[in-house]
Nanobody, 130 residues
Framework: QVQLVELGGGLVQHGGSLRLSCVVPGFTVKDGYIGWFGQAPGKEREGVACVGVNDGSTDIQDSRKGRFEISRDISGNKDRYTTYLSILQASPEVTADYYC???????????????????WGQGTRVTVSV
């Protein structure tokens, strides 16, 4: 089982920006997608964005467009695979725990469902101050 690591959470001011990182150590993900999911307090985990492992294609869930961007590190480090989730112009609705996960068979990420995602990180908390 692969343990992903999310970094970069914390407190961000209303209207500010923040970038989260997701590291997949050992570069064990060969295909499919890496996805980011958010779980707001008292709510279910929901998809935010996906990035294609091989082609770098990106997809943002419709409800999240304009507020998030996803990208990947293509510097060539073969020891790990890193994706980034950028929060743009943070609003209170963005406050949540954010998780990244693998979707090696491309069965779940693009639908925004966490069911079917494979390996997960421990999550990182983002709090937007008003």
């Amino acid at each position: 089982q692969v343990q992903l690591v999310e970094l970069g959470g914390g407190l961000v001011q209303h209207g500010g920006s923040l970038r989260l990182s997701c590291v997949v150590p050992g570069f064990t993900v060969k295909d499919g997608y890496i996805g980011w999911f958010g779980q707001a307090p008292g709510k279910e985990r929901e998809g935010v964005a996906c990035v294609g492992v091989n082609d770098g294609s990106t997809d943002i869930q419709d409800s999240r467009k304009g507020r998030f961007e996803i990208s990947r590190d293509i510097s060539g480090n073969k020891d790990r695979y890193t994706t980034y989730l950028s929060i743009l112009q943070a609003s209170p609705e963005v406050t949540a725990d954010y998780y990244c996960a693998t979707d090696p068979l491309s069965v779940s990420c693009l639908s925004g469902s966490w069911i079917g995602m494979n390996d997960w990180g421990q999550g990182t908390r983002v709090t937007v101050s008003v």
